[in-house]
């Protein structure tokens, strides 16, 4: 089965600009989750959707990111304005079920300059 | 505050020098422990899953184990493919997020 996908695999915008990141999951799989990580830090949870619902956003740093799944398929993640504290690796995840080994993809690296 | 801690940071080991990765953690409500390995450039690949104290399990030269407090992912007789960083995360009570380690970044020398 194709992976979970994610493009770009590199953005470089500048400060105050909007970029919006897009993840394909895995056919099938109803839940998906965004993490990122950041200069030197762990990879920490964004939110998790069970299709098109957001079950849990906790982790979303402030109103400057929003997260869509429109129809319970594909994911973005916009990010409107950039800051420079945005940047980092953002990664999406897909599971069939909660719990289950959740498959991530090779992320985005996302620069802001 | 659940916390997940991974030591060492970073390890170097001759190809054949067998080792143990620790992941530490102190959660509310173990629902699930995860190890991934993660080359560069790539995302977080699924190793396993622990969900009780005692349990063991393994894949080629990796095993890992739990306890109440900490696991462990042994490398027996590692080559220099298994370069990478492992990481640990946990799932906790009711929440389904992972709350991920630092990592451990290993290199195998041949």
């Known amino acids: 089965e194709a992976g979970v996908t994610q493009f770009p695999s590199h953005s470089v915008i500048e400060k105050g600009q909007t970029v919006t990141l897009r993840c394909d999951p895995i056919?099938?799989?109803?839940?998906l989750y965004w993490y990122r990580r950041v200069m030197g830090k762990e990879i920490k949870f964004l939110l998790h959707?069970?299709?098109?619902?957001?079950?849990?956003e906790s982790g979303m740093p402030n109103n400057r990111f929003l997260a869509e799944r429109t129809g319970g398929t594909y994911s973005t993640l916009k990010v409107q304005p950039a800051e420079l504290e945005d940047s980092g690796v953002y990664f999406c995840?897909?599971?069939?079920?909660?719990?289950?080994?959740?498959?991530f993809g090779s992320g985005t690296r996302l620069t802001v300059v | 505050e659940d916390q997940v801690t991974q030591s060492p940071e970073a390890l170097r080991l001759q190809e054949g020098e067998s080792s143990s990765l620790n992941c530490s953690y102190t959660?509310?409500?173990?629902?699930?422990l995860f190890w991934y390995r993660q080359d560069p450039g790539k995302g977080p690949e699924f190793l396993f899953t622990?969900?009780?104290a005692g349990e063991e399990k393994e894949k080629e030269r990796l095993k890992a184990t739990l306890t109440k407090k900490e696991s462990f992912l042994h490398i027996t007789a590692p080559k220099p493919e298994d370069s990478a960083t492992y990481l640990c995360?946990?799932?906790?009570?009711?929440?389904?997020?992972?709350?991920f380690g630092s990592g451990t970044r290993l290199l195998v020398r041949p």
């Open positions: 995840a897909s599971s069939h079920g909660t719990g289950y080994g959740y498959t």
């Open positions: 056919s099938g799989h109803d839940n």
């Open positions: 959707f069970v299709k098109e619902s957001k079950q849990d």
């Open positions: 959660v509310s409500g173990l629902r699930g």
């Open positions: 622990l969900y009780s």
């Open positions: 995360a946990v799932r906790v009570d009711s929440s389904y997020k992972l709350i």
